[in-house]
């Protein structure tokens, strides 16, 4: 128990919240990655028709973002085997953040042209995959430090990601209605930079890191795939 503690009960309550602190910082990451990335979703594809007027511009940016996303949660699990999951989600988390701020304030000096804007929002999307796909790949970890059943943790985090996805987009209408578009991908921007390094933190209080003497799952796919290559050629 912590040294100090007069109380039994006030100690039950310390130590039920160093217990459960890795699993509420997951669920309050994915409420603040999941609304950056909707608010995202909600005001890039709205900027890129603002700008350009062209619906073929609008599909390639959608489409760009479906692509990357792919791309991100492969990069995710190479990241994860290679330098941690703690480590890769607080990465994805700032470099998504940069991606996004480099928007309004590139539009702001008069510099954001459609050619840096598609990219920058393919950005974005592949580090929020990344960060998604560190998170979801400890899961199992953070239940069982926080003594949670692994499918109530699963749920809670779904209904949390929903929840965000849902009204982040009324929030980011009601100020792009009051202070423009631009503005709204500040909040994207903090958001994901925030949300990234809290799941980070919670992450490393589990004390998951790669172990040193186990090959990472990525390891054997290479060593496969050469195999193959070898033997076709």
Known sequence: APRGCQSSTWCDVVLAFF??????????????????????????????????????????????????????????????????????????????????????????????????LVPLIACSTMFDSAASSAQDSRIPEIAEVANVPLRRLIAAKSVVGYAATLGAPLIAGVIAHDMGTVVTLWHSAVSLAFGGIVAGLAIARCGIHRSTTERPTVFFGFVGFAAIWRDEH
């Open 19 to 116: 217990r459960l602190w890795p699993l509420l910082g997951i669920l309050f990451a994915a409420l603040v990655l999941r609304s950056g990335t909707a608010v995202t979703s909600f005001a890039l594809p709205w900027l890129v028709t603002s700008l350009t007027s062209s619906s073929f511009w609008t599909s390639v940016a959608v489409s760009s973002c479906l692509i990357a996303s792919v791309l991100g949660a492969l990069a995710g699990g190479i990241l994860v085997d290679r330098i941690g999951p703690a480590s890769t989600i607080k990465m994805a988390g700032l470099c998504g953040a940069t991606a996004i701020a480099l928007v309004p304030l590139l539009h702001h000096y008069g510099m954001l042209a459609t050619f840096i």
